[in-house]
């Protein structure tokens, strides 16, 4: 965001990030009339970041903003890994959460967003929830509204499910349908993880639907799944209290993830490659694409990440760590967000890593 100006009546730029979050325990009961299933989950947060900026536009591009086919008012971009994939208009999560906060605050002065995406696109690691919940954080700091963590939360549910978590971060368990969130402050123990995105993502929706028609199958004494039921999480929170990774990835389990397999069965290689590759424990992420493969070190995840690597299956693989801390401000200066801006624009700044895993 350019800070080429001087500060006139409050002008601010503010900068916040939100983690992604991965699902120790994934449990999904039945749908409800509302279009939602419940579920009981158990929420990690780990060390991948979606980062979201603010700013009124610039008095001296006013203008030229409403000259746009969209009204200029919010003026959304996208850069980092995956921009391509994401909506640069008022549909894009970050976006609906500054709307959000800006009507009800009344204030119509245009707004410019930039989304930087670290987390995988329709990847099953919340990454455009993420980015609702660092626009909250940012926007209300920029419209000087304080509401409090009560009332983001609120306001983050009404965004999404997985919202809320992204801004507590940590580890919580997550009900209703994962907005309604009790903090696990015990589990404290340092988790390594390999996460590895798959060619193309899946929408949550539909895996949703698919674990649906499975299930149905399953009950039609149709063709006969492998559908285990996530039970009980006591033994994990027990096992997340302690400092034994083997421990805890004996214990992780993900009901979507027989659907995530059914829709993208290219899955079923990752698994076994992951498997081989002597990670503890190998599963799809949430809703899926994403496959996680839970490590006992930092050098064993790298080790396993390189060999990953080789089986060329993934156009990008990150070796990352839990739990991480909530959303949070970054930035908070003064200036302006200007329109065509080079620093705001997507090809000048798009990241293009490769299947190289990164060492941190
Ligand atoms: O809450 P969010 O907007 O992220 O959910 C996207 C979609 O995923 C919902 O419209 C619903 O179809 C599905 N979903 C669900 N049960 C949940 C969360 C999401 O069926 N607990």
């Known amino acids: ?69 969209d009204g200029g008012d919010l003026i959304v971009s996208v850069i980092g890994h995956g921009a391509d994939k994401v909506p640069e208009d008022r549909t894009n999560l970050a976006a609906r959460a500054v709307e959000l906060l800006r009507t009800e605050a009344g ?50 549910a009404r965004l999404g499910s997985d919202v809320p978590f992204c801004l507590r971060g940590g580890t919580a368990i997550g009900s209703g349908r994962g907005e309604k969130l009790v903090p696990l402050l015990h589990a404290r123990a340092e988790q390594h993880i390999v996460v590895v995105l798959a060619r193309g993502g899946l929408s949550t929706p539909e895996v949703f639907a698919e674990l649906d028609r499975l299930r149905a199958d399953d009950g039609e004494g149709g063709a006969a799944h492998e559908l285990p039921e996530a039970g009980s999480t006591d033994e994990l929170l027990r096992a997340l209290g302690g400092s034994d990774p083997e421990a805890i990835a004996d214990l992780l389990v993900n009901d979507m993830e027989p659907a995530a397999l059914s829709l993208m069965p290219a ?94």
Not at 124 to 148: F, K, P, Q
Request: aromatic share 4%; glycine share 10%; charged share 25%.
């Open 1 to 69: 965001m350019p800070r080429d100006t001087l500060p006139v009546g409050g002008a601010r730029v503010v900068t916040a990030v939100a983690p992604a979050k991965i699902n120790l325990h994934l449990g999904v009961g039945d749908l409800r009339a509302d279009g939602y299933h419940d579920v009981h989950t158990v929420y990690r947060a780990v060390d991948m970041w979606e980062r979201v900026t603010v700013a009124f536009l610039h008095p001296d591009d006013h203008a030229a903003a409403r000259e746009r086919p």
């Open 267 to 360: 899955l079923h290689r990752t698994l076994r490659v992951g498997h081989e590759a002597g990670a503890l424990h190998g599963m799809v992420s949430g809703s899926g694409p994403t496959c996680l493969f839970f490590c006992a070190t930092n050098e064993h995840a790298l080790d396993v990440a390189d060999e990953i690597a080789q089986a060329g299956i993934s156009p990008l693989i990150t070796v990352t760590r839990g739990p991480a801390r909530g959303a949070h401000i970054t930035e908070d200066a003064a200036g302006y967000g200007r329109l065509n801006d080079p620093s705001t624009s997507r090809d000048s700044t798009r990241t293009g890593r490769d299947t190289k895993p990164t060492r941190k």
């Open 107 to 156: 204030i119509d002065t245009p707004i410019v967003v930039q989304v930087r995406k670290e987390v995988p696109v329709a990847g099953g690691m919340a990454g455009g929830s993420a980015d609702a919940a660092a626009a909250l954080l940012a926007t209300d700091r920029l419209l000087g509204l304080r509401l409090g963590s009560a009332a983001l939360e609120e306001r983050a």
